[in-house]
């Protein structure tokens, strides 16, 4: 079984940074990717930047630009560092592995960006 935890979020104004963590732990293997994804009130969780195997990587088009996924393979940890964040940025972020074995979710860190 595979335990994803997240770390990282907070509040933060229109503009700032944040940067935030996931760590994965328990039966890892072959992992294909590590991302992220978020959930606003009332909307849809989202894609919001996923790193592959190979290292490729994709993001949303709202956060091109803006945002950069990371990850240190001896630490099975993925990170997102946040710059420019706006108001409509405020969600819940999610970190998702997928692996052979199936997909795993964090349990979710809050990220509001307010003045």
């Known amino acids: 079984q595979v335990q994803l935890v997240e770390s990282g979020g907070g509040l933060v104004q229109p503009g700032g940074s944040l940067r935030l963590s996931c760590a994965a732990s328990?039966?890892?293997?072959?992992?294909?990717?590590m991302g992220w994804y978020r959930q606003a009130p009332g909307k849809q969780r989202e894609l919001v930047a996923v790193?592959?195997?190979?290292?490729?990587?994709n993001y949303a088009d709202s956060v091109k630009g803006r945002f950069t996924i990371s990850r240190d393979n001896g630490k099975n940890t993925v990170y997102l560092q946040m710059n420019s964040l706006k108001p409509e940025d405020t969600a819940v972020y999610f970190c998702?592995?997928?692996?052979?074995?199936?997909?795993?979710w964090g349990q979710g860190t809050q990220v509001t960006v307010s003045s």
């Open positions: 790193i592959f195997s190979g290292g490729s990587t």
């Open positions: 998702n592995l997928r692996s052979v074995v199936g997909t795993t």
């Open positions: 328990g039966s890892i293997f072959s992992i294909s990717a």
